[in-house]
């Protein structure tokens, strides 16, 4: 696990992996050097030897320093740590070991405790590329330095043999990374259905009350306006109003309970065109100068007309509404190479940051002062329950533009 992550589980983890290393490292290192150094010499030359060249007994000794050490930082919850300590002090401790026993001397350099091996294979237990990096190069240059010192293409062998297992370690690594990655990414998207359907009852049952005295509410303004058709100015504005306070409410309710698609063959230009007129007179009132490009002859979609209908009318009035002061609002529709239908809308607007544009889709996510985020959130499943793809595309100062991909079927005729 990276050091970076606080949860209780992650430490749990990383617990029980620094336990069994200590343990499997203390056992393998002890046994493999008593082993080599007084067992062998019995079973070779029949006599026991007590003298190990080197350090000598202090080589025991400072590794057992070494394991209280990262014992205490263990119950000091400072976990993380002890792999460190411990690779970093076995490579300072072998090196010295090692200068004592070679160096003046004419013997070849035969390094090894079997428990470099360990530290190879197991370094992919903590799913750390920091820790891997600084066990494999750290050994490889260890003998490698060793070999270039005294000389001796011994050396090569437990190089060769480390860079080797290294390979097989890093593709354990690897493997692990995007094993735990599949679960973050299931885990994050089970997270997000739960926090959607919480907000979807949320938003059925506020929407379901707000209707109704919502309806009376237009109706009782219509009826006055009607009867004083020019004693107020203010009955066109509450009408709009509460017109917007519908349109939210329609998205509370998609939210809440999503509409059967009815899927039936339309013409993007009729759809287009529909929106366009929908947004006339916001258009004029800011000065906003339409440019649309539409291919020709093209084919028509199997969509929902009037899902479509709302997804491009949420998306020209966020780009009318980036630009108060006017500008331009560019609207492209052709067909791409690989049958699917290619519709952008781009504006001269504020732009959206970097960080803020993943965080786009999201309920109640908003770059306007007076938005719910909830337009842009109900166009993107839609266009998802169509096939399609939805891409933003922003610069602060220059503008954003929205592309749309969706897929055109396979018995019709495009270009």
Not at 301 to 321: G, M, S, T, Y
């Amino acid at each position: 696990m990276e050091e970076s992550g606080n949860s209780p589980k992650l430490i749990f983890e990383e617990e029980k992996a620094i336990k069994l290393f200590l343990w499997l490292f203390n056992v393998i290192f002890f046994f493999w050097d008593i082993f080599y150094y007084y067992i062998m010499p019995y079973i070779t030359r029949g006599v026991f030897d007590f003298q190990r060249d080197g350090l000598g007994i202090w080589y025991y000794i400072i590794i057992l320093l070494v394991l209280s050490v990262s014992i205490y930082f263990v119950k000091k919850g400072n976990i993380y740590i002890v792999k460190y300590i411990y690779i970093n002090s076995y490579l300072c401790i072998d090196l010295i070991d090692n200068v004592l026993r070679y160096l003046g001397t004419n013997k070849h350099f035969a390094n090894g405790n079997i428990v470099e091996v360990f530290f190879i294979l197991f370094s992919p237990i903590f799913v750390n590329k920091k820790y891997f990096w600084i066990v494999s190069l750290g050994l490889i240059t260890k003998d490698l330095f060793f070999g270039l010192i005294l000389k001796d293409i011994f050396a090569l062998v437990p190089v060769l043999t480390y860079s080797i297992l290294s390979l097989i370690a890093y593709f354990i690594l690897t493997r692990f990374y995007s094993y735990i990655n599949s679960l973050m990414r299931v885990n994050e998207e089970l997270r997000q259905k739960e926090k959607l359907a919480v907000i979807g009852q949320m938003a059925a049952a506020i929407g379901h009350e707000i209707r109704n005295p919502l309806s009376s509410l237009k109706g009782f303004t219509q009826l006055q306006q009607e009867r004083n058709p020019n004693s107020n100015n203010y009955y066109p504005i509450m009408i709009q109003e509460i017109d917007r306070i519908n349109s939210i409410v329609n998205d509370l309710m998609y939210i809440g309970k999503p509409r059967e698609m009815n899927f039936e063959k339309t013409s993007i230009e009729e759809i287009i065109a529909y929106t366009l007129s929908i947004t006339q007179q916001q258009v004029k009132r800011q000065g906003v100068n339409v440019k649309t490009t539409i291919a020709e002859d093209l084919p028509p979609l199997d969509c929902d007309n009037k899902q479509l209908k709302q997804v491009f009318l949420n998306l020209i009035k966020n780009a009318l509404e980036s630009m108060p002061e006017g500008g331009s609002l560019i609207i492209q529709v052709k067909v791409l190479f690989e049958r699917k239908m290619y519709i952008s809308i781009q504006d001269e607007g504020c732009g959206i940051t970097d960080e803020n544009i993943p965080n786009l889709g999201e309920p109640f996510f908003t770059t306007k002062k007076d938005g719910t985020g909830l337009g842009l959130m109900v166009s993107s499943q839609i266009i998802k329950e169509h096939d399609g793809e939805l891409i933003i595309e922003s610069e602060i100062g220059k503008g954003t533009m929205v592309k749309i991909v969706l897929p055109i079927s396979q018995g019709e005729n495009g270009n």
